[in-house]
Each structure stands twice: as structure tokens, then as C-alpha cells.
């Protein structure tokens, strides 16, 4: 993988890491389409740019994250996140082993977009609009919600927000809600991969130092912008167009693959 590719890839992530169209499949797609060969160093990469996409949420919301006294906030995002811990831990290298392939991304996009067209119709009596009114409970059911997501194409994003209308939040405080379960799931995830990968291949390759350092920074940059369009379009328009787009890829990624430019 090239330094260009590396940013290319990096600024997928952060394009998609936070809209319900999932990141993980998009740069499957990417890789492919790039013709990158899958190796263990790129499994890393792709998840170990999420430290990126997740310190623009703390950048852009750091009062809620640095607001000690509020501490049924870090209760919440530590009970949340304990879902996917198990359920990561237990099914890592299943996980790993469907990153590989396409054809999963393609359904899963597919029928969570199908999901999307209809997900404004099905909640319309949202209660709770704000994280300050979300209960314990509700906040581990998002958080179980979310674990759906460790198939790629689902988007943890998707999985959490529709987690979160589920339990009676409005499309924003999903969102938003969405947005800070972010920050301790995918530094678990990111701190894991990247520990396995020092321990197995005796650490990091100054080159792949350099890819990761400028993924990060791409994905950062990229990710900011995409977090403050997607609460604006989402307040105003829902999340019907966003699964019209899931099933424009999903068809377009099946005769890919089908015709044999996708493997």
C-alpha cells in the first residue's frame, strides 16, 4: 500500500465512520477497487485510523467529554461498550476472517438499507432528546445494539442509531449518542488490534509508522466535517436517503463482483 492509498483509504473512514453507511465496507470496497492485497498490517490499518475519526468527536464535542462532574456520562459510554468488548473478544477472528469479503458487504448493505427507508416511519414518538435523559438500561441496549455491526456493511453507526431510536431517542440524540459510543469502542478496538499486531510481527516498520501517523491525521480532518453535515442533514431529512445510498452500492457491488472486478 502507497502513502496516496493509505490517505485515499483514510479519508473513506473518515467520510463514513459516522454516517449509517458503513466505514468498515467502504473500505473494503476501496481496497479492492485499488487493488490492494489484503495483508495483516491492513487489517490494522483500517482500524487503527478510527483513533483519528474518534478524536474529532472529542475535539468537536469536548465539553460533554471533559465535563467531570456530569460522571453518569462516563457510566454510560463504560456500560454501553461492554457488549462489544465480549462480543469482540469472543469473535475476533471470525470478525476477521469477513473482512475479506465482499459479498457479505454487498447483502449486509443492502438489507441495512432497506432498514433505513423505512426507520423514520417505524419510531415516530421519540421521547428522549437529549444523553442527559438516557437511562443506564437504555444505554447497554444501544450498546448490544451496536455489537450487530461487527459484520462488515452493517455500520456501527446504523446499528446504534437505529439501537437508539429503538429506545425512544430522537433521530439527533441517536446520533449524537452514537457519536460518543464511538470514542471508547473503537479505542478498545484500535488498542487491541495494534497490541496483537506488535506482539505477533515484533512491532511496526517505519514506513507503516508513517501510514498510520498520516491515515490518522486525513481520517481527523475528514471526519470533522462529515460529523457536523450529518447532524444538520439528519435533524432536516431523516435517514431515507442514506439507505437508497446503501442499496445503490450494494446492487453496483454485486455485479462487481459478479462480473468478476470485485473478487
Known amino acids: 500500500m502507497s502513502t496516496i492509498e493509505s490517505i485515499i483509504i483514510?479519508?473513506?473512514?473518515?467520510?463514513?465512520?459516522?454516517?449509517?453507511?458503513?466505514?468498515?465496507?467502504?473500505?473494503?470496497?476501496?481496497?479492492?477497487?485499488?487493488?490492494?492485497?489484503?495483508?495483516?498490517?491492513?487489517k490494522v490499518f483500517t482500524v487503527a485510523i478510527q483513533l483519528g475519526a474518534i478524536l474529532a468527536v472529542v475535539v468537536l464535542y469536548w465539553k460533554k467529554f471533559f465535563n467531570f462532574k456530569?460522571?453518569?456520562?462516563?457510566?454510560?459510554?463504560?456500560?454501553?461498550?461492554?457488549?462489544?468488548?465480549?462480543?469482540?473478544?469472543?469473535?475476533?477472528?471470525?470478525?476477521?476472517?469477513l473482512l475479506d469479503s465482499a459479498l457479505t458487504v454487498a447483502i449486509t448493505l443492502l438489507l441495512g438499507g432497506v432498514i433505513l427507508l423505512f426507520i423514520d416511519k417505524l419510531f415516530k414518538h421519540p421521547t428522549i432528546e437529549s444523553e442527559e435523559k438516557i437511562s443506564l438500561p437504555k444505554a447497554v441496549a444501544i450498546g448490544f445494539w451496536q455489537c450487530i455491526a461487527m459484520v462488515p456493511?452493517?455500520?456501527?453507526?446504523?446499528?446504534?442509531?437505529?439501537?437508539?431510536?429503538?429506545?425512544?431517542?430522537?433521530?439527533?440524540?441517536?446520533?449524537?449518542?452514537?457519536?460518543f459510543l464511538a470514542v471508547p469502542t473503537m479505542l478498545a478496538a484500535t488498542t487491541y488490534k495494534l497490541y496483537k499486531y506488535y506482539k505477533d510481527f515484533g512491532g511496526?516498520?517505519?514506513?507503516?509508522?508513517?501510514?498510520?501517523?498520516?491515515?490518522?491525521?486525513?481520517?481527523?480532518?475528514?471526519?470533522?466535517l462529515a460529523i457536523k453535515f450529518f447532524i444538520g442533514f439528519v435533524k432536516k431529512y431523516g435517514f431515507k436517503v442514506w439507505g437508497v445510498y446503501r442499496i445503490i452500492v450494494g446492487v453496483v457491488l454485486l455485479l462487481l463482483i459478479w462480473k468478476g472486478v470485485i473478487s
Do not use: C
Open 10 to 42: 483514510a479519508i473513506v473512514e473518515g467520510l463514513t465512520e459516522f454516517l449509517p453507511i458503513s466505514s468498515t465496507g467502504h473500505m473494503i470496497i476501496t481496497e479492492k477497487l485499488l487493488g490492494i492485497t489484503e495483508t495483516e498490517f491492513i
Open 70 to 97: 456530569q460522571w453518569q456520562f462516563y457510566v454510560k459510554l463504560a456500560a454501553a461498550v461492554i457488549p462489544a468488548l465480549v462480543f469482540g473478544f469472543i469473535f475476533s477472528k471470525k470478525i476477521d476472517a
Open 153 to 179: 456493511g452493517v455500520s456501527r453507526s446504523a446499528a446504534s442509531i437505529i439501537g437508539g431510536m429503538q429506545q425512544n431517542l430522537t433521530r439527533s440524540a441517536a446520533a449524537e449518542f452514537s457519536f
Open 204 to 224: 511496526f516498520t517505519s514506513v507503516e509508522i508513517k501510514q498510520l501517523a498520516i491515515g490518522n491525521v486525513a481520517a481527523f480532518i475528514v471526519a470533522i
